[in-house]
């Protein structure tokens, strides 16, 4: 089955305690992206890749670091996490990038609270 | 400043009438313009997607048309069903120095259908 899978689901930390969220897709995809989603803010970009060992940043990539170094997986760094990092994080990936109807797959998000 | 604007945060359509949700843009550099939808708890789901060479672009129920002069693009679904309850997200690429990557999100609009 085609999917976007993220690790944890739920994590609840504290301010300055290094983590990482992995993500990780299993169809062969070159593009990869981490987003957050606040109230009232909707889905902010954080990340991109358009391919291994290429990363881009998004509209807020301070406080975050990424790291694709195969393709399958783009996992998200937060190496001092704040309380204003506390949202819900979605990983995506597509075949080529976001355009030209390349069906962008979402995971399930992890809902991360820094206290 | 926001780029890409979803004024209407909630929308209430009876079953069987027009859904029509609005998006704005601020920046001509977008090229490329995408909707996706979301339920609670899952990530969100690619809907329809438009090219900026086009003033409109059908799959079944869902049309979206743009207005590149107004900076204005609309997501029509007719008929409306329960099933279509959601927040929609309108995103933009930009088509700067050749990025395929950097998409910016709306903040959404969440759309109730009445049985």
């Known amino acids: 089955e085609a999917q976007v899978t993220q690790n944890p689901r739920y994590l609840i930390t504290v301010t300055g305690k290094k983590l990482t969220v992995t993500c990780s897709q299993n169809?062969?995809?070159?593009?990869m992206s981490w987003y957050r989603q606040d109230p009232g803010l909707g889905l902010r970009q954080i990340y991109y890749s358009m391919n291994v060992e290429v990363t881009d940043k998004g509209d807020v990539p301070e406080g975050y670091k990424v790291s694709r170094k195969e393709k399958r997986n783009f996992p998200l760094i937060l190496e001092s996490p704040s309380p204003n990092q506390t949202s819900l994080y979605f990983c995506?990936?597509?075949?080529?990038?976001?355009?030209?109807?390349?069906?962008?797959?979402f995971g399930p998000g992890t809902r991360l609270t820094v206290l | 400043d926001q780029q890409v604007k979803q004024n209407s945060p909630s929308l209430s359509v009876q079953e069987g009438r027009i859904s029509i949700l609005n998006c704005d843009y601020t920046?001509?550099?977008?090229?490329?313009f995408l909707w996706y939808k979301k339920y609670p708890a899952e990530g969100p789901t690619f809907l329809i997607s438009i090219s900026s060479i086009k003033d409109k672009n059908e799959d079944g129920r869902f049309t979206v048309f743009l207005n590149k002069s107004a900076k204005h693009l609309s997501l029509h679904i007719v008929p409306s069903q329960p099933g279509d309850s959601a927040v929609y997200f309108c995103?933009?690429?930009?088509?700067?120095?050749?990025?395929?990557?950097?998409?910016?999100f709306g903040k959404g609009t969440k759309l109730s259908v009445k049985p």
């Open positions: 995103a933009a690429i930009l088509n700067y120095g050749g990025s395929q990557g950097n998409l910016i």
């Open positions: 169809m062969n995809h070159e593009y």
């Open positions: 920046n001509s550099m977008f090229d490329y």
């Open positions: 995506a990936s597509s075949a080529r990038g976001a355009r030209k109807g390349d069906t962008q797959y």
